[in-house]
């Protein structure tokens, strides 16, 4: 089945502890993305990859990293995360651009105390 | 830059009559335009887009938009409204400035339907 999958779905965490949430994709996309939605203010797209290796920022990227070693995977990192970062995130992928339909994983809700 | 309106935050439709949900748009480029679905507790579902082919796109579920460039603006609209289509509804704009796509997401359109 075609899916994106992101883990954890449910994570409280403190201020301060490094946390990574996985995202992977088995439809061979080459872009994905990262999004926080908060309640008011849509999603906001943190940061996108185009391919392997290549990554941006989006609207809201301070505090997060991304990387993509891998065409399947694209992690969300937070060094150090902050209670501002309590949020819902989305994973989502498509192929060859966003122009195409991006197909989003389930979400992971964050709470950070 | 590329940004997004949806100009109402909250929508309530009695079931059977029609639904308009509206949609805003600014773009320096050609642009994507999509309008996504979002059931509570649920991850996002594409609805229909519109990638500068017709101007009147048809999507899943009834639901259509039109492409307006003259007013900018990409209304969702659906003749009659069903109780499973109680949910929040995002427009959003994807364009290319110097070769790198950006996604940009209007705030959405909670739409609420009476029995």
């Known amino acids: 089945e075609a899916q994106v999958t992101q883990n954890p779905r449910y994570l409280i965490t403190v201020t301060g502890k490094k946390l990574t949430v996985t995202c992977s994709q088995n439809?061979?996309?080459?872009?994905m993305s990262w999004y926080r939605q908060d309640p008011g203010l849509g999603l906001r797209q943190i940061y996108y990859?185009?391919?392997?290796?290549?990554?941006d920022k989006g609207d809201v990227p301070e505090g997060y990293k991304v990387s993509r070693k891998e065409k399947r995977n694209f992690p969300l990192i937070l060094e150090s995360p902050s209670p501002n970062q309590t949020s819902l995130y989305f994973c989502?992928?498509?192929?060859?651009?966003?122009?195409?339909?991006?197909?989003f994983g389930q979400g992971t809700r964050l709470t950070v105390v | 830059a590329q940004s997004v309106t949806q100009l109402d935050s909250h929508v309530s439709v009695s079931e059977g009559t029609p639904v308009l949900l509206r949609c805003n748009y600014s773009?320096?480029?050609?642009?994507?335009l999509f309008w996504y679905v979002q059931h509570p507790n649920k991850g996002l579902q594409l609805l229909l887009k519109?990638?500068?082919?017709?101007?009147l796109v048809k999507g899943i579920n009834g639901f259509e938009a039109e492409f307006k460039k003259s007013e900018t603006s990409f209304h969702l609209t659906k003749p009659s409204a069903h109780m499973s289509d109680a949910a929040e509804y995002f427009c959003v704009v994807s364009d290319a400035p110097g070769g790198y796509q950006k996604v940009t997401f209007g705030t959405g359109t909670k739409l609420q339907v009476i029995p």
């Open positions: 773009s320096s480029y050609s642009p994507s």
């Open positions: 990859s185009m391919n392997v290796e290549v990554t």
């Open positions: 439809m061979n996309h080459e872009y």
């Open positions: 519109y990638t500068s082919a017709a101007t």
């Open positions: 989502a992928s498509s192929p060859i651009g966003p122009h195409t339909e991006a197909f």
